[in-house]
């Protein structure tokens, strides 16, 4: 079965910098699209940035020029290094992929999701 598996969320202070990391397991053809989305307490889930498979980024303004999402395709992973955090960065942060599990079928999968606390 594929899973997504998030890493690297915690508690950091105003200004301090984390790294998450989601890596795709199970039987993978092919990831394509990949994004970090972000809920955080009484909110819906809002789209923080994306990456395609060839590298083209897009970020929502509010994270700009302090977050960079990265990928490796050959460790199917999707990194998201935060630097510069703000209070209201904190949400629980979910990976998002669109996965292609044999060649004639593709989905669209979530992961669990990984705490962050940005404290004052």
């Known amino acids: 079965q594929v899973h997504l598996v998030e890493s690297g969320g915690g508690l950091v202070q105003s200004g301090g910098s984390l790294r998450l990391s989601c890596e795709g397991t199970g039987n993978i053809y092919r990831i394509n699209n990949m994004a970090w989305y972000r809920q955080a307490p009484g909110k819906e889930r809002d789209l923080v940035a994306t990456?395609?498979?060839?590298?083209?980024?897009h970020y929502v303004d509010s994270v700009k020029d302090r977050f960079t999402i990265s990928r490796d395709n050959a460790k199917n992973t999707v990194y998201l290094q935060m630097n510069n955090l703000k209070l209201e960065d904190t949400a629980v942060y979910l990976c998002?992929?669109?996965?292609?599990?044999?060649?004639?079928?593709?989905?669209?999968?979530w992961g669990q999701g990984t705490q962050v606390t940005v404290s004052s």
């Open positions: 990456i395609q498979r060839g590298g083209e980024t």
């Open positions: 998002f992929a669109e996965i292609r599990v044999c060649a004639n079928y593709e989905f669209e999968y």
